[in-house]
């Protein structure tokens, strides 16, 4: 319980050898569930990260995220930000064990994502 592991990522608003010339816009962040498992899943909002809980594994995205001994501590990921021209922005995604009792047998999870949609600012 409570394993997680966080992952960094960079979303780049910059054209193949030169600065794009718009800013983009965050418009949404949905999450699509993983086959063979039940989740239970939020998309970004103006106040609200992405996330889906599927059983004991959690999936979010996150603008930050770290660790401290055993705790993580995260911030919401929203939608309406903006991307300057030529430049980036990071996100975490973070998958956490949530559950509180132990599967007896194995569950692989297969083909979930987060799709991010970005508009001209």
């Known amino acids: 319980p409570e394993d997680a592991c966080i992952y960094k990522c960079t979303i780049s608003n910059v054209k193949t050898g030169t600065p ?18 039940t989740c239970s899943n939020t998309s970004a909002s103006s106040s609200e990260s992405a996330k889906m809980v599927c059983g004991n594994i959690t999936y979010g995205i996150y603008a930050t995220a770290s660790t401290s001994g055993t705790t993580i501590t995260t911030s919401n990921f929203t939608t309406g930000q ?3 021209s030529g430049s980036t922005k990071d996100f975490y995604l973070v998958a956490q064990y949530t559950g509180t009792t132990v599967n007896s047998t194995a569950v692989t999870h297969t083909g979930g994502k987060f799709t991010f949609t970005l508009g001209q600012a």
């Open 82 to 84: 903006t991307i300057a």
């Open 20 to 37: 794009a010339t718009l800013p983009a816009k965050i418009n949404s962040v949905v999450p699509t569930s993983p086959s063979g498992i």
